[in-house]
């Protein structure tokens, strides 16, 4: 469907899958300005209705009778990779409705366990996994989980959402990223690693927003599944970049391409319809102190850096990103804690990576 934003007259091709299943006005952030396109769905192809566009977009409307400046020759080729990209993004695959789905019925408190069960029995290779996990060392359960309703009554609401959660996103998060020299377990056990280590802070200091947690750290690195390709194809734009180590990779992708892996998974995540707040948190993971003291972004913050002092996941960025100083502060944690937290995070890791090895 081809569509054009009222506030910058870009006109983009909207995949279908976007709004078939809608049954009330849906909003697209617009990949150009970040205004809103307001999809009616009628009898008639959908037409966009203006909204209110951010201060950076209204700022960029110029009377017709003044001519745009000229852009420099060398920031062309920058700002179109820019420009590529966010177009792109309108293409996305979807994410995996499960899991965001297994997260509302965890959340609703009228929902039941026959609810979250249901979700996924009409998927047998997702049942599998699920079960394989359910009967699993980490989840300790002294008996063998026979079937989905069983393993709902002996695990509980939420620690089944969440083996959904992790069963849903493995195929996802176990991809070859080239760009960042990632083999196809690095993201996956990272990943992994951020989701029990925001789950495990969660629990100590903010028991409120675990489930959250536990979501927002396995998803805060997807965004670089988003840039792989552009950043294999400016490789040696990169190396340059990074070969005397003054810049971290979060640094260069911002120089190169116009933004890093988190803001690029945050404007993604508006198009998968994430909740606000975790979107928020993936976007300032590596800056937690911008986030107007967002407590999630500090906690997936701390995560991500605990996840990498385990040794899981680092790619080439052999220069990482340093711990923001408020964070300890900020989740009322001392530095003596972090040593049990590593531990606990990797004996987590080593027994869920072993089952999944094992399917």
């Known amino acids: 469907m081809r569509l054009e934003c009222p506030n910058c007259s870009e006109i983009f091709n909207i995949s279908e899958e976007l709004i078939l299943t809608e049954q009330q006005p849906i909003?697209?952030?617009?990949?150009?300005?970040?205004?809103?396109?307001?999809?009616?769905l009628r009898s008639i192809a959908p037409k966009a209705v203006r909204e209110e566009a951010p201060a950076a977009a209204q700022e960029k409307q110029m009377p017709q009778s003044v001519s745009r400046p000229r852009l420099l020759?060398?920031?062309?080729?920058?700002?179109?990779?820019?420009?590529?990209?966010?177009?792109?993004?309108?293409?996305?695959?979807?994410?995996?409705n499960i899991i965001l789905k297994a997260q509302e019925i965890v959340a609703d408190p009228s929902s039941s366990l026959k609810d979250l069960a249901n979700v996924i029995e009409a998927d047998p290779g997702l049942v599998a996994r699920v079960m394989t996990l359910a009967n699993?060392?980490?989840?300790?359960?002294?008996?063998?989980?026979?079937?989905?309703?069983h393993a709902s009554?002996?695990?509980?609401?939420?620690?089944?959402?969440q083996?959904?959660?992790?069963?849903?996103?493995?195929?996802?998060?176990?991809?070859?990223?080239?760009?960042?020299?990632?083999?196809p377990e690095d993201l996956w056990l990272h990943s992994?690693?951020?989701?029990?280590?925001?789950?495990?802070?969660?629990?100590?200091?903010?028991?409120?927003?675990?489930?959250?947690?536990?979501?927002?750290?396995?998803?805060?690195?997807?965004?670089?599944?988003?840039?792989?390709?552009y950043i294999s194809e400016n490789q040696k734009v990169f190396e340059a970049l990074l070969g005397d180590g003054g810049r971290t990779f979060l640094q260069a992708e911002k120089e190169v391409l116009g933004?890093?892996?988190?803001?690029?998974?945050?404007?993604?995540?508006?198009?998968?319809?994430?909740?606000?707040?975790?979107?928020?948190?993936?976007?300032?993971?590596?800056?937690?102190?911008?986030?107007?003291?967002?407590?999630?972004?500090?906690?997936?913050?701390?995560?991500?850096?605990l996840a990498e002092w385990a040794g899981f996941g680092t790619g080439k960025d052999r220069n990482p990103c340093p711990m923001d100083e408020e964070a300890l502060?900020?989740?009322?944690?001392?530095?003596?804690?972090?040593?049990?937290?590593?531990?606990?995070i990797t004996e987590s890791v080593q027994k869920i990576a072993q089952e999944f090895k094992g399917n």
């Open 136 to 149: 699993s060392a980490y989840f300790g359960v002294s008996t063998m989980v026979s079937s989905i309703q």
């Open 192 to 229: 992994l690693a951020a989701s029990f280590g925001a789950k495990y802070i969660a629990a100590k200091r903010r028991p409120n927003l675990v489930d959250d947690a536990f979501m927002a750290g396995l998803l805060h690195d997807t965004g670089k599944i988003l840039l792989d390709p």
């Open 153 to 161: 009554v002996l695990l509980g609401q939420k620690t089944l959402g």
């Open 329 to 344: 502060t900020f989740l009322d944690l001392q530095e003596e804690e972090l040593e049990p937290l590593l531990k606990a």
């Open 27 to 40: 909003r697209i952030p617009c990949p150009e300005c970040e205004g809103q396109l307001k999809l009616r």
């Open 259 to 305: 933004f890093d892996h988190a803001e690029i998974m945050y404007r993604a995540s508006r198009f998968w319809r994430f909740p606000e707040g975790l979107g928020t948190a993936i976007r300032y993971h590596h800056a937690p102190s911008l986030s107007d003291e967002n407590a999630l972004a500090y906690i997936v913050h701390l995560a991500d850096i």
């Open 73 to 96: 020759p060398d920031r062309v080729g920058s700002l179109s990779l820019r420009s590529r990209i966010l177009r792109n993004l309108i293409q996305l695959p979807p994410m995996p």
């Open 163 to 183: 083996i959904i959660t992790l069963s849903a996103s493995a195929t996802l998060l176990s991809q070859r990223l080239e760009g960042y020299g990632m083999k």
